[in-house]
């Protein structure tokens, strides 16, 4: 098994590409030493791409109401004992201004599904945040919506769209999500923000209820095929006002061997160390980033609503000031040998 493991690997490092079943049994198989070799090649391949620069993104969280009623999310519409709250326009550019000054150069705009944000909200929103800041990317991380919504958003000069597959199953997606969501509709959207002109990012918990290896396995296949732009994956981790409340966490030790096995099916790959495996282990964050990931995201939200965007429970960094959680981070991913950059931090082309 040893050497089919190495053989597997190799094939990885040498064509960014396996058979589902390749994955499976690299998952299954690997031994402690084995993650170390994947390890050692991602680190590799991202620093041949990205050096030792690990990209900054403020991230936003301007709405916890959501109209869909996921079953492993705290912000579900079901969820009687979640404190709402929705940030104003103006303080939405309020945030933006605080990350500019602080010096960061991509603005991640997350909420739930929230229709108070229509289009002409939205819009104005990022329109407004790349006229007083031409020099920065928007992100948007705001879910299912439909193709005119997508293409307004981005006329309106939104850069880049975060939309999670979840998973690349749709039996799976079906145990995680409500009847009236569609595994269909999902993959539907992620084609549209592509064909728009979107960089598109993708993603999975890792350890979700009923998740098995198969299932990973075909999220590393739809990634290497779909040939995203970002991917962001994190353990998860339940809510205590969820239907998955007494489900297990997922494994910090599997999602940094998923990071290392993600950059190797793509080297320029925008990766990052979330949050989520920040809050499972103490230095969550560096263990991602010294396993392949080169993204980490700090908070911009207001102090007053951070613990309310809730989707997991025991969150980390909800009470830091901007500046604060910025000063800390730097010092923390330097004391592993990486430096932090605030630049737009847009994915290195590979030459052909």
């Known amino acids: ?57 403020g991230l936003i969280e301007f709405s916890n109401y959501c ?22 326009p103006g303080q939405i550019l309020q945030c933006a201004e605080e990350g500019y000054s602080l010096g960061y150069r991509t603005f991640v705009l997350q909420s739930g599904e929230d229709i108070y944000y229509n289009d002409e909200i939205l819009c104005k929103v990022v329109s407004d945040i790349k006229a007083k800041f031409p ?9 299912e919506r439909s193709r005119q919504s997508y293409q307004a958003l981005f006329d309106a000069g939104a850069d880049r769209y975060l939309l999670r597959h979840e998973t690349a199953t749709e039996e799976h997606y079906r145990m995680l999500h ?9 993959m539907e959207c992620l084609k549209k923000l592509r064909e728009i002109g979107y960089a598109v990012g993708v993603g999975f918990m890792v350890g979700s209820p009923y998740q098995t290896l198969t299932h990973i396995a075909n999220d590393l296949k739809f990634i290497e095929t779909f040939q995203p732009d970002m991917c962001g994956i994190g353990p998860f981790i339940p809510h205590s006002d969820t239907p998955f409340a007494d489900m297990d966490s997922g494994s910090a030790k599997l999602t940094c061997r998923l990071l290392s096995i993600i950059r190797l099916i793509k080297p320029n ?10 809050t499972i282990i103490p230095d969550g964050r560096e263990q991602g980033i010294l396993s392949g990931a080169n993204v980490v995201m700090p908070n911009l939200s207001p102090v007053t609503v951070r613990k309310d ?15 604060q959680c910025r000063s800390c981070l730097d010092s923390r991913i330097a004391s592993i040998g990486y430096r932090t950059v605030l630049s737009r931090g847009d994915a290195i082309k590979m030459s052909t």
Do not use: W
């Open 1 to 57: 098994m040893n050497m089919i493991i190495n053989d597997i690997i190799q094939k990885l490092e040498e064509t960014h590409s396996l058979s589902v079943d390749e994955y499976e049994v690299l998952l299954a198989n690997c031994s402690q030493t084995d993650d170390d070799i994947l390890r050692e090649k991602a680190v590799a391949v991202r620093k041949a791409i990205y050096g030792n620069d690990v990209y900054l993104r």
């Open 135 to 143: 020099d920065c990317a928007v992100t948007l991380s705001v879910g």
């Open 178 to 186: 409500p009847q009236e969501m569609s595994y269909c509709n999902r």
């Open 309 to 323: 965007y809730a989707i997991y429970d025991n969150k980390i960094c909800t009470g830091e000031e901007s500046a």
């Open 67 to 88: 109209r869909n009623d996921c079953l492993y999310c705290g912000l579900r519409r079901s969820n009687r004992n979640a404190h709402r709250y929705r940030l104003s």
């Open 269 to 278: 790959i925008l990766l990052p160390s979330t949050t989520a495996l920040g």
